[in-house]
Protein backbone atom coordinates (compact mmCIF):
# COMPACT_ATOMS: atom_id res chain seq x y z
CA UNK A 1 0.00 0.00 0.00
CA UNK A 2 0.84 3.44 -0.48
CA UNK A 3 2.53 5.85 2.35
CA UNK A 4 -0.44 8.49 0.86
CA UNK A 5 -3.26 5.65 1.82
CA UNK A 6 -1.44 4.80 4.95
CA UNK A 7 -1.61 8.20 6.10
CA UNK A 8 -5.27 8.74 5.08
CA UNK A 9 -5.89 5.48 7.17
CA UNK A 10 -4.63 6.35 10.68
CA UNK A 11 -5.71 10.01 10.26
CA UNK A 12 -9.00 8.34 9.59
CA UNK A 13 -8.61 6.12 12.76
CA UNK A 14 -7.27 9.08 15.00
CA UNK A 15 -10.42 10.80 14.04
CA UNK A 16 -12.69 8.03 15.36
CA UNK A 17 -10.72 7.49 18.76
CA UNK A 18 -10.97 11.30 19.17
CA UNK A 19 -14.82 10.89 18.76
CA UNK A 20 -14.69 8.01 20.26
CA UNK A 21 -13.11 8.89 23.55
CA UNK A 22 -15.60 12.35 23.26
CA UNK A 23 -18.73 10.27 23.52
CA UNK A 24 -17.21 8.10 26.61
CA UNK A 25 -16.24 11.02 28.23
CA UNK A 26 -19.65 12.68 28.21
CA UNK A 27 -21.26 9.12 28.59
CA UNK A 28 -19.49 8.98 32.33
CA UNK A 29 -21.16 12.42 32.72
CA UNK A 30 -24.71 11.67 32.13
CA UNK A 31 -25.05 13.84 29.09
CA UNK A 32 -26.92 11.03 27.27
CA UNK A 33 -29.35 10.01 29.90
CA UNK A 34 -32.07 12.11 28.07
CA UNK A 35 -32.33 8.52 25.89
CA UNK A 36 -34.10 6.97 28.90
CA UNK A 37 -33.81 2.95 30.15
CA UNK A 38 -32.29 1.70 26.34
CA UNK A 39 -30.26 4.56 25.95
CA UNK A 40 -26.63 2.51 26.28
CA UNK A 41 -28.25 0.39 23.52
CA UNK A 42 -29.17 3.68 21.29
CA UNK A 43 -25.66 4.84 22.08
CA UNK A 44 -23.89 1.60 21.06
CA UNK A 45 -26.08 1.27 18.03
CA UNK A 46 -25.19 4.52 16.85
CA UNK A 47 -21.20 4.17 17.64
CA UNK A 48 -20.61 1.18 16.13
CA UNK A 49 -22.75 1.85 12.40
CA UNK A 50 -22.11 5.43 12.59
CA UNK A 51 -18.64 6.06 14.05
CA UNK A 52 -16.58 2.94 13.78
CA UNK A 53 -18.22 1.15 10.65
CA UNK A 54 -19.82 4.21 8.03
CA UNK A 55 -17.86 7.15 9.10
CA UNK A 56 -14.03 5.52 8.63
CA UNK A 57 -15.97 3.81 4.93
CA UNK A 58 -17.07 7.68 3.98
CA UNK A 59 -13.29 9.36 4.65
CA UNK A 60 -11.79 6.98 2.90
CA UNK A 61 -14.01 6.88 -0.07
CA UNK A 62 -13.50 10.67 0.46
CA UNK A 63 -10.04 10.91 0.86
CA UNK A 64 -8.61 7.73 -1.51
CA UNK A 65 -10.87 9.31 -4.69
CA UNK A 66 -10.99 6.09 -6.04
CA UNK A 67 -13.65 3.74 -7.61
CA UNK A 68 -14.94 3.31 -3.96
CA UNK A 69 -17.57 0.16 -4.47
CA UNK A 70 -15.23 -2.16 -6.23
CA UNK A 71 -11.87 -0.98 -4.15
CA UNK A 72 -12.57 -0.04 -0.69
CA UNK A 73 -14.51 -3.72 -0.98
CA UNK A 74 -11.65 -5.66 -2.00
CA UNK A 75 -9.10 -3.18 0.61
CA UNK A 76 -11.03 -4.15 4.07
CA UNK A 77 -10.74 -8.12 2.78
CA UNK A 78 -14.25 -8.89 1.97
CA UNK A 79 -13.64 -12.08 0.28
CA UNK A 80 -15.62 -14.77 -0.11
CA UNK A 81 -14.99 -17.85 1.80
CA UNK A 82 -15.71 -21.64 2.26
CA UNK A 83 -18.52 -23.45 4.09
CA UNK A 84 -15.65 -25.40 5.81
CA UNK A 85 -13.88 -22.28 6.27
CA UNK A 86 -17.52 -20.53 8.18
CA UNK A 87 -17.48 -24.21 10.19
CA UNK A 88 -13.43 -23.79 10.84
CA UNK A 89 -14.06 -20.25 12.09
CA UNK A 90 -17.09 -21.20 14.59
CA UNK A 91 -15.13 -23.99 16.54
CA UNK A 92 -11.84 -21.35 16.74
CA UNK A 93 -14.38 -18.98 18.44
CA UNK A 94 -15.58 -21.30 20.85
CA UNK A 95 -12.11 -22.23 21.49
CA UNK A 96 -10.77 -18.65 21.94
CA UNK A 97 -13.47 -17.78 24.09
CA UNK A 98 -12.64 -20.41 26.58
CA UNK A 99 -8.97 -19.59 26.11
CA UNK A 100 -9.94 -15.93 27.24
CA UNK A 101 -11.10 -16.96 30.13
CA UNK A 102 -8.15 -18.01 30.98
CA UNK A 103 -6.47 -15.31 30.16
CA UNK A 104 -9.21 -12.33 30.98
CA UNK A 105 -9.42 -14.31 34.83
CA UNK A 106 -5.12 -14.39 34.88
CA UNK A 107 -5.08 -10.20 33.92
CA UNK A 108 -7.90 -9.58 36.60
CA UNK A 109 -6.31 -11.80 39.73
CA UNK A 110 -2.68 -9.28 39.02
CA UNK A 111 -4.53 -6.17 38.73
CA UNK A 112 -6.87 -7.01 41.69
CA UNK A 113 -3.57 -7.20 43.61
CA UNK A 114 -3.12 -3.95 43.25
CA UNK A 115 -6.08 -3.12 44.97
CA UNK A 116 -8.26 -2.85 41.61
CA UNK A 117 -12.21 -3.50 41.86
CA UNK A 118 -14.21 -4.04 39.04
CA UNK A 119 -17.65 -2.30 38.17
CA UNK A 120 -20.68 -3.29 39.48
CA UNK A 121 -22.77 -5.56 36.64
CA UNK A 122 -26.19 -5.67 36.13
CA UNK A 123 -28.44 -7.59 38.41
CA UNK A 124 -30.18 -10.80 38.10
CA UNK A 125 -33.47 -9.46 37.95
CA UNK A 126 -33.23 -7.60 34.23
CA UNK A 127 -32.80 -10.84 32.45
CA UNK A 128 -35.17 -11.49 29.73
CA UNK A 129 -35.40 -13.17 26.67
CA UNK A 130 -35.74 -10.18 24.90
CA UNK A 131 -32.86 -8.55 26.31
CA UNK A 132 -30.79 -11.51 25.66
CA UNK A 133 -31.55 -10.52 21.36
CA UNK A 134 -30.56 -7.06 21.69
CA UNK A 135 -27.66 -8.26 24.03
CA UNK A 136 -26.64 -10.20 21.07
CA UNK A 137 -27.40 -7.40 18.30
CA UNK A 138 -25.67 -4.65 20.48
CA UNK A 139 -22.59 -6.88 22.19
CA UNK A 140 -22.03 -9.59 19.42
CA UNK A 141 -23.16 -8.69 15.79
CA UNK A 142 -22.46 -5.06 15.85
CA UNK A 143 -19.23 -4.90 17.15
CA UNK A 144 -17.79 -8.19 15.16
CA UNK A 145 -19.03 -6.68 11.42
CA UNK A 146 -18.08 -2.65 12.66
CA UNK A 147 -15.03 -3.32 15.08
CA UNK A 148 -13.29 -5.91 11.86
CA UNK A 149 -13.83 -3.61 9.05
CA UNK A 150 -12.57 -0.53 11.38
CA UNK A 151 -9.37 -2.78 12.93
CA UNK A 152 -9.17 -6.23 10.43
CA UNK A 153 -10.15 -4.83 7.18
CA UNK A 154 -8.94 -0.79 7.06
CA UNK A 155 -6.26 -0.57 9.66
CA UNK A 156 -4.42 -3.95 8.65
CA UNK A 157 -4.37 -3.24 5.55
CA UNK A 158 -3.66 0.78 5.63
CA UNK A 159 -1.28 -0.27 7.58
CA UNK A 160 0.61 -2.80 5.35
CA UNK A 161 3.75 -0.58 4.61
CA UNK A 162 5.05 -1.18 8.09
CA UNK A 163 5.47 -5.12 7.25
CA UNK A 164 3.41 -8.11 8.49
CA UNK A 165 4.27 -8.96 11.63
CA UNK A 166 4.25 -4.89 12.91
CA UNK A 167 1.21 -4.20 11.13
CA UNK A 168 -0.82 -7.16 12.97
CA UNK A 169 0.77 -6.34 16.72
CA UNK A 170 -0.47 -2.52 15.72
CA UNK A 171 -3.55 -3.65 14.90
CA UNK A 172 -3.82 -5.88 17.64
CA UNK A 173 -3.00 -3.67 20.63
CA UNK A 174 -4.95 -0.49 19.03
CA UNK A 175 -7.68 -2.90 19.01
CA UNK A 176 -7.55 -3.61 23.00
CA UNK A 177 -6.94 0.23 23.91
CA UNK A 178 -10.14 1.27 21.85
CA UNK A 179 -11.96 -0.97 24.39
CA UNK A 180 -10.94 2.00 26.86
CA UNK A 181 -10.82 -0.79 29.94
CA UNK A 182 -8.10 -1.63 32.00
CA UNK A 183 -10.41 -5.10 32.11
CA UNK A 184 -10.60 -6.39 28.46
CA UNK A 185 -7.69 -4.60 27.27
CA UNK A 186 -5.30 -6.81 27.66
CA UNK A 187 -7.44 -10.01 26.66
CA UNK A 188 -8.65 -7.68 23.55
CA UNK A 189 -5.27 -7.19 22.54
CA UNK A 190 -4.12 -10.82 22.33
CA UNK A 191 -7.57 -11.87 20.46
CA UNK A 192 -6.60 -8.70 18.10
CA UNK A 193 -3.50 -10.20 17.59
CA UNK A 194 -4.52 -13.35 16.56
CA UNK A 195 -7.27 -12.25 14.86
CA UNK A 196 -4.82 -10.32 12.62
CA UNK A 197 -2.57 -13.21 11.83
CA UNK A 198 -6.26 -15.28 11.73
CA UNK A 199 -7.07 -12.38 8.40
CA UNK A 200 -3.81 -12.50 6.91
CA UNK A 201 -2.84 -16.65 6.46
CA UNK A 202 -7.11 -16.82 5.57
CA UNK A 203 -6.80 -13.83 2.71
CA UNK A 204 -10.59 -12.26 4.24
CA UNK A 205 -11.91 -10.52 6.92
CA UNK A 206 -15.29 -12.95 7.57
CA UNK A 207 -13.07 -15.46 9.71
CA UNK A 208 -12.21 -13.18 11.97
CA UNK A 209 -16.13 -11.63 12.01
CA UNK A 210 -17.46 -15.29 12.76
CA UNK A 211 -15.07 -15.97 16.01
CA UNK A 212 -15.72 -12.33 17.32
CA UNK A 213 -18.81 -12.86 16.99
CA UNK A 214 -18.89 -16.10 18.68
CA UNK A 215 -16.76 -14.70 21.32
CA UNK A 216 -18.76 -11.90 22.24
CA UNK A 217 -21.99 -14.12 21.63
CA UNK A 218 -21.01 -17.04 23.69
CA UNK A 219 -19.57 -14.27 26.77
CA UNK A 220 -23.44 -12.90 26.00
CA UNK A 221 -24.93 -16.13 26.65
CA UNK A 222 -23.12 -17.08 30.27
CA UNK A 223 -24.31 -13.70 31.93
CA UNK A 224 -27.71 -14.23 30.83
CA UNK A 225 -27.66 -17.76 32.22
CA UNK A 226 -25.93 -16.62 35.16
CA UNK A 227 -28.50 -13.67 35.72
CA UNK A 228 -31.06 -16.38 35.55
CA UNK A 229 -29.27 -18.24 38.25
CA UNK A 230 -27.45 -20.83 36.59
CA UNK A 231 -23.92 -20.52 37.53
CA UNK A 232 -22.11 -23.43 35.31
CA UNK A 233 -18.89 -21.24 35.68
CA UNK A 234 -18.96 -20.21 38.89
CA UNK A 235 -19.21 -23.95 39.85
CA UNK A 236 -16.36 -25.14 37.91
CA UNK A 237 -13.90 -22.04 39.35
CA UNK A 238 -15.26 -23.38 42.98
CA UNK A 239 -14.50 -26.90 42.21
CA UNK A 240 -11.10 -25.80 41.08
CA UNK A 241 -10.86 -23.60 44.36
CA UNK A 242 -11.94 -26.51 46.75
CA UNK A 243 -9.26 -28.60 44.73
CA UNK A 244 -6.37 -27.11 44.17
CA UNK A 245 -3.69 -29.39 43.13
CA UNK A 246 -6.14 -31.56 41.02
CA UNK A 247 -7.74 -28.01 39.69
CA UNK A 248 -4.79 -26.25 38.80
CA UNK A 249 -3.93 -29.48 36.31
CA UNK A 250 -6.95 -29.83 34.47
CA UNK A 251 -6.74 -26.37 34.34
CA UNK A 252 -3.25 -26.74 32.66
CA UNK A 253 -4.06 -29.33 30.86
CA UNK A 254 -7.46 -27.97 29.60
CA UNK A 255 -5.31 -24.87 28.70
CA UNK A 256 -2.71 -26.82 26.51
CA UNK A 257 -5.32 -28.60 24.65
CA UNK A 258 -7.45 -25.42 23.54
CA UNK A 259 -4.36 -23.79 22.16
CA UNK A 260 -3.47 -27.49 20.55
CA UNK A 261 -6.91 -27.08 18.79
CA UNK A 262 -6.98 -23.67 18.18
CA UNK A 263 -3.28 -23.97 16.40
CA UNK A 264 -4.73 -27.18 14.23
CA UNK A 265 -7.94 -25.25 13.25
CA UNK A 266 -6.31 -22.45 12.32
CA UNK A 267 -3.74 -24.71 9.91
CA UNK A 268 -7.02 -25.97 8.64
CA UNK A 269 -7.97 -22.47 7.68
CA UNK A 270 -5.02 -21.82 6.05
CA UNK A 271 -4.72 -24.72 4.28
CA UNK A 272 -8.05 -24.46 2.67
CA UNK A 273 -7.58 -20.47 2.40
CA UNK A 274 -4.67 -21.34 0.14
CA UNK A 275 -6.57 -24.12 -1.77
CA UNK A 276 -9.31 -21.41 -2.76
CA UNK A 277 -6.88 -18.84 -3.68
CA UNK A 278 -4.93 -21.33 -5.74
CA UNK A 279 -8.24 -22.76 -7.47
CA UNK A 280 -8.98 -18.86 -8.18
CA UNK A 281 -5.57 -18.16 -9.78
CA UNK A 282 -5.63 -21.31 -11.51
CA UNK A 283 -9.20 -20.08 -13.37
CA UNK A 284 -8.01 -17.05 -14.42
CA UNK A 285 -5.08 -18.27 -15.90
CA UNK A 286 -7.08 -20.72 -17.97
CA UNK A 287 -9.34 -18.18 -18.93
CA UNK A 288 -6.81 -16.01 -19.94
CA UNK A 289 -5.14 -18.84 -22.15
CA UNK A 290 -8.58 -19.42 -23.49
CA UNK A 291 -8.81 -16.06 -24.71
CA UNK A 292 -5.34 -15.74 -25.98
CA UNK A 293 -6.49 -19.05 -28.01
CA UNK A 294 -9.91 -17.46 -29.24
CA UNK A 295 -7.98 -14.18 -30.34
CA UNK A 296 -4.92 -16.15 -31.88
CA UNK A 297 -7.57 -18.25 -34.04
CA UNK A 298 -9.45 -15.26 -34.61
CA UNK A 299 -6.20 -13.53 -36.65
CA UNK A 300 -5.68 -17.05 -38.04
CA UNK A 301 -8.45 -16.49 -40.23
CA UNK A 302 -8.67 -13.25 -40.80
CA UNK A 303 -5.14 -14.08 -42.58
CA UNK A 304 -6.86 -17.07 -44.43
CA UNK A 305 -4.09 -19.59 -42.71
CA UNK A 306 -4.84 -22.80 -41.11
CA UNK A 307 -5.64 -23.08 -37.53
CA UNK A 308 -2.99 -24.89 -35.49
CA UNK A 309 -4.46 -26.58 -32.30
CA UNK A 310 -1.90 -25.42 -29.48
CA UNK A 311 0.45 -28.00 -27.84
CA UNK A 312 -0.34 -28.82 -24.66
CA UNK A 313 2.60 -28.02 -22.63
CA UNK A 314 3.72 -28.57 -19.24
CA UNK A 315 5.52 -25.91 -17.05
CA UNK A 316 7.15 -26.16 -13.60
CA UNK A 317 7.53 -23.30 -11.50
CA UNK A 318 9.94 -23.43 -8.78
CA UNK A 319 8.30 -21.76 -5.40
CA UNK A 320 11.09 -19.80 -4.55
CA UNK A 321 11.95 -18.80 -7.64
CA UNK A 322 8.08 -16.92 -8.16
CA UNK A 323 8.65 -15.59 -5.02
CA UNK A 324 11.79 -13.79 -5.86
CA UNK A 325 10.21 -12.94 -9.08
CA UNK A 326 7.35 -11.43 -7.80
CA UNK A 327 8.92 -8.94 -4.78
CA UNK A 328 11.88 -7.68 -7.90
CA UNK A 329 8.83 -6.27 -9.23
CA UNK A 330 7.09 -4.35 -6.38
CA UNK A 331 8.04 -0.66 -7.16
CA UNK A 332 9.23 0.82 -3.98
CA UNK A 333 8.34 4.47 -3.12
CA UNK A 334 10.73 6.86 -3.10
CA UNK A 335 11.16 7.66 1.04
CA UNK A 336 8.91 10.80 2.57
CA UNK A 337 10.01 11.63 5.48
CA UNK A 338 7.77 14.31 5.85
CA UNK A 339 4.84 12.09 5.46
CA UNK A 340 6.45 9.28 7.50
CA UNK A 341 6.52 11.70 10.26
CA UNK A 342 2.60 12.25 10.01
CA UNK A 343 1.77 8.74 10.17
CA UNK A 344 3.64 7.65 13.39
CA UNK A 345 2.22 11.14 14.67
CA UNK A 346 -1.31 9.93 13.86
CA UNK A 347 -0.62 6.39 15.17
CA UNK A 348 0.88 7.27 18.45
CA UNK A 349 -1.39 10.05 19.09
CA UNK A 350 -4.24 7.25 18.69
CA UNK A 351 -2.24 4.86 21.05
CA UNK A 352 -1.41 7.94 23.70
CA UNK A 353 -4.87 9.36 23.84
CA UNK A 354 -6.28 5.86 24.43
CA UNK A 355 -3.49 4.22 26.30
CA UNK A 356 -4.56 7.82 29.12
CA UNK A 357 -7.71 6.68 28.68
CA UNK A 358 -7.32 2.93 29.86
CA UNK A 359 -4.82 4.03 32.64
CA UNK A 360 -7.61 6.48 33.95
CA UNK A 361 -9.97 3.43 34.56
CA UNK A 362 -7.27 1.56 36.60
CA UNK A 363 -7.31 4.71 38.59
CA UNK A 364 -10.61 4.85 39.08
CA UNK A 365 -10.73 1.18 40.12
CA UNK A 366 -8.35 1.56 42.59
CA UNK A 367 -10.52 4.62 44.32
CA UNK A 368 -13.84 2.57 44.44
Known amino acids: MSKKLCFNVNLIYFIVVCLFIAIRIC ?6 SFLGEYGSYYLGIIIQLG ?11 RLDKGDAKTDTKDFLGYNKISKKMIFVSIAIGVAVFLVNI ?10 GLFGYKSAETATAGTATVGKLFLDLFCTA ?5 CEETLHRGMLLAGNSCFGMTKTIVISGVLFGLLHLNIEQFFYAS ?44 SNIVNFFLTNPVIGFIMMLLVLILLLIIIYELTLI ?3 ESFKQQFGKKKQEIANAAIREQF ?27 FIEFMQKQKVEEPPDKVLDLKIKVLLYGSFILMAIVTFM ?8
Open 295 to 321: FNQIDAIKKDEKVVEPQKRVIYIDASE
Open 102 to 111: YVSTFFNSII
Open 190 to 233: IIGVFLGYVCFVANSIYPCIIIHFMNNALSVIISFASARGVNFI
Open 269 to 271: LMK
Open 361 to 368: TFIWGLLR
Open 51 to 61: LIFALPIFLLK
Open 27 to 32: SSLNLF
Open 141 to 145: VLPAI
